[in-house]
């Protein structure tokens, strides 16, 4: 089988599923769900990540500044991925489908909303927010990958992207935090050089103490 035949397959199932997707795009659960998985969307994920990493910081917790450091600089990547496939490749979403009966594939096209099915950020993101978080807390990877699998889901029945799109924002999710892992190592040293230059100032170590003796312990 030849890979443009494997192409044509690939493409024949999405637009199957799009079809049968759109049947319950306007369900109530449906759009709830689907805005409920916009907190995957790129300004929402560099925030937490942001945030994360100043909590951290500022607390003096070395793990919660290394997840907040991890989560942000593999969304960061996931999505500079994505934008740069974005950019090439031209997909128009199965909304335009359903609503106009039109499907348009190409490359080095349009970049508008419409045409940038392929692939999926908000996927991407997910999923390399909840194998950064993972990696520092082991303990919540079913929670975080739930969520991820979520989030993906949800873009199919309303009618965000293709199955395929989904598939290949999972990969970039994926490849994007192994990325950060693998880096981690020479950027870890300049997170402890900071939280050791910030627990030297006198007023923010004063802060954690009273943080710290108002906090019941287990």
Same mark, same amino acid.
């Given at each position: 089988?030849?890979?443009? !035949?494997?192409?044509?397959?690939?493409?024949?199932?999405?637009?199957? =599923?799009?079809?049968?997707?759109?049947?319950?795009?306007?369900?109530?659960?449906?759009?709830?769900?689907?805005?409920?998985?916009?907190?995957?969307?790129?300004?929402?994920?560099?925030?937490?990540?942001?945030?994360?990493?100043?909590?951290?910081l500022l607390s003096g917790d070395r793990r919660v500044a290394e997840a907040g450091?991890?989560?942000?600089? !593999?969304?960061?990547?996931?999505?500079?991925?994505?934008?740069?496939?974005?950019?090439?490749?031209?997909?128009?979403?199965?909304?335009?489908?359903?609503?106009? @009966?039109?499907?348009?594939?190409?490359?080095? @096209? !349009?970049?508008?909303?419409?045409?940038?099915?392929?692939?999926? @950020?908000?996927?991407?993101?997910?999923?390399?927010?909840?194998?950064?978080?993972?990696?520092?807390?082991?303990?919540?990877?079913?929670?975080?990958?739930?969520?991820?699998? !979520?989030?993906?889901?949800?873009?199919?029945?309303?009618?965000?992207?293709?199955?395929?799109?989904?598939?290949? @924002?999972?990969?970039?999710?994926?490849?994007?935090?192994?990325?950060?892992?693998?880096?981690?190592?020479? =950027?870890?040293?300049?997170?402890?050089?900071?939280?050791?230059?910030?627990?030297?100032?006198?007023?923010?170590?004063?802060?954690?103490?009273?943080?710290?003796?108002?906090?019941?312990r287990p």
């Open positions: 089988m030849s890979v443009q !035949s494997i192409i044509e397959t690939v493409e024949d199932a999405d637009i199957a =599923v799009a079809h049968e997707a759109a049947e319950i795009r306007h369900h109530p659960v449906t759009q709830a769900l689907g805005h409920l998985s916009e907190v995957a969307d790129q300004p929402p994920m560099l925030a937490l990540g942001a945030v994360t990493l100043a909590g951290g450091a991890r989560l942000l600089a !593999s969304v960061a990547l996931a999505t500079a991925i994505k934008t740069a496939i974005k950019r090439t490749v031209v997909r128009t979403r199965p909304h335009v489908l359903a609503d106009e @009966g039109r499907y348009e594939t190409g490359l080095m @096209g !349009s970049t508008d909303g419409p045409f940038s099915s392929f692939p999926s @950020g908000h996927t991407a993101d997910a999923v390399s927010a909840a194998r950064a978080m993972a990696r520092v807390y082991p303990g919540a990877a079913m929670p975080c990958y739930g969520a991820a699998a !979520s989030i993906a889901a949800i873009q199919i029945p309303r009618c965000a992207h293709y199955p395929s799109d989904i598939a290949a @924002g999972a990969l970039i999710g994926v490849a994007a935090e192994a990325a950060v892992d693998r880096l981690w190592p020479q =950027v870890a040293p300049a997170l402890d050089v900071t939280l050791h230059a910030l627990d030297r100032i006198e007023p923010l170590r004063d802060v954690r103490r009273r943080v710290a003796e108002a906090v019941p």
